[in-house]
């Protein structure tokens, strides 16, 4: 019995396939998505058991946040130092990176994001539990940082996916990290069962 040796799929096609996604990713990000900030125009019209609610899943959102890995460049390092003894994230319940989306709800950005990664992303954020968070770290996660004039570059994570909350720096160091974490955490406290638990 021979096998057959070769690809299936000659490398000009996957190349075409390629080229054709990224491009197609790309005329669907020529604008940000809007951040999820619509708590804010939320009047406060809930009676005190859906409040009691409200607030205990909210304690159980805000204390257990599962991040998942998606840190294509150097920020990457400073996300570790946050997760070393001194700064401690497992206070936040976040001491285990997930390596699957379908097991997380936070997704922190780190580094620069080229057009060839973004599908990639956009994929793990579908993927992700709801309800789901995303924290951009750092200034190339924001605005694309000092490579945001390359044509290969994404200028900024929220062209992507919706972003709740930035954190800048280049790199951050893991104190402003954690100050992110902390006005996330604040953000989620806010969502309410009312609304179908959109903000």
């Not at 097991?103 to 780190?110: N, P, R």
Request: hydrophobic letters at 40%; aromatic letters at 10%.
């Amino acid at each position: 019995m021979e096998v057959a040796k070769g690809y299936i799929y000659s490398d000009t096609e996957l190349d075409r396939y390629e080229g054709e996604v990224i491009e197609a990713l790309k005329e669907r990000s020529r604008e940000p998505i809007p951040d999820p900030d619509k708590w804010l125009d939320e009047e406060l019209g809930q009676n005190i058991l859906l409040t009691t609610v409200d607030t205990i899943l909210n304690w159980a959102r805000r204390s257990s946040l599962w991040p998942v890995i998606s840190f294509p460049a150097c920020c990457a390092f400073e996300f570790l130092g946050a997760a070393s003894p001194r700064f401690d994230i497992s206070r936040f319940g976040m001491e285990i990176i997930r390596a699957s989306p379908r097991q997380a709800d936070l997704m922190i950005t780190a580094g620069t994001l080229t057009w060839k990664m973004a599908p990639q992303i956009r994929r793990l954020y579908d993927q992700m539990a709801e309800p789901k968070w995303v924290i951009a770290m750092g200034a190339c996660g924001i605005s694309g940082g000092i490579f945001k004039g390359s044509y290969s570059v994404v200028p900024g994570y929220n062209r992507i996916v919706p972003v709740d909350v930035y954190v800048p720096g280049c790199p951050p160091r893991p104190e402003t990290l954690l100050y992110g974490i902390e006005m996330l955490r604040k953000k989620i406290n806010k969502r309410s069962i009312i609304t179908g638990g959109k903000q």
